[in-house]
């Protein structure tokens, strides 16, 4: 079985990147009540202008540099990968693949394959690597792979993903409740 993994708010805490906004760029969120998932609805610039700035000013490596991984992640992924096939799959641009993989370094987490996307229509790779599980917490991505591929999406519940799924879309909200669903499609031998 090969798995499909997204990388923040799925490997990292959801928490990360309010957390590091409110600390770097004059926001108060309360992640608790963080609603929307796009970052820029936060501050007074769109999206465009928002993003410029994150890569200009050399934040947008800071919020990956300090994130900070979910709880027990580490354990799982190791454990996984002896049984099956994991595949990072991140709409990250390339342009930021030597902080990820020097964040996944310093973590100490697999990695054997780091699809980065740079955008968020992550369907096709599911198609081109036939993967046959998807982990996940933006909820447009999970319902999107759900729907076009018909294979099963773990959704991992975060404040800003609270609305309906469909019936593929499994929401969890640990790794530890993940990795119990994922034995139930393919159990650990
Ligand atoms: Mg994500």
């Known amino acids: 079985m090969k798995i499909g993994i997204d990388i923040d708010g799925t490997i990292t805490h959801p928490s990360s990147c309010f957390t590091y906004m409110n600390k770097h760029l004059g926001t108060s969120i309360d992640f608790n009540q963080a609603s929307e998932y ?3 609805t936060y501050t007074d610039m769109n999206q465009i202008e928002f993003w410029d700035y994150m890569v200009n ?5 800071g919020i990956y540099r300090e994130s900070i991984p979910q709880e027990h992640v ?6 996984l990968r002896k049984q099956y096939d994991l595949h990072y799959v991140t709409a990250r641009s390339e342009l930021v693949r030597p902080v ?10 697999p990695l054997d394959s780091l699809i980065m996307t ?19 917490d933006r909820l447009e991505n999970a319902v999107q792979i759900a729907e076009d591929t ?9 404040p800003y993903n609270r609305k309906a799924v469909p019936n593929n879309v499994i929401r969890v909200a640990s790794w530890n409740e993940a990795v ?9 031998r």
């Open 38 to 40: 796009e970052l820029h």
């Open 57 to 61: 000013s050399g934040h947008e490596t």
């Open 74 to 79: 580490r354990h799982h992924l190791w454990n």
């Open 100 to 109: 990820t993989e020097e964040w996944i370094k310093q973590h100490e987490l």
């Open 118 to 136: 740079g955008s968020h229509d992550k369907v096709q790779v599911v198609r081109d690597l036939s993967l046959d599980l998807f982990m996940e």
């Open 150 to 158: 018909s294979i099963p999406v773990i959704l991992f519940d975060a």
């Open 180 to 188: 119990q669903e994922i034995q139930k499609f393919a159990p650990i």
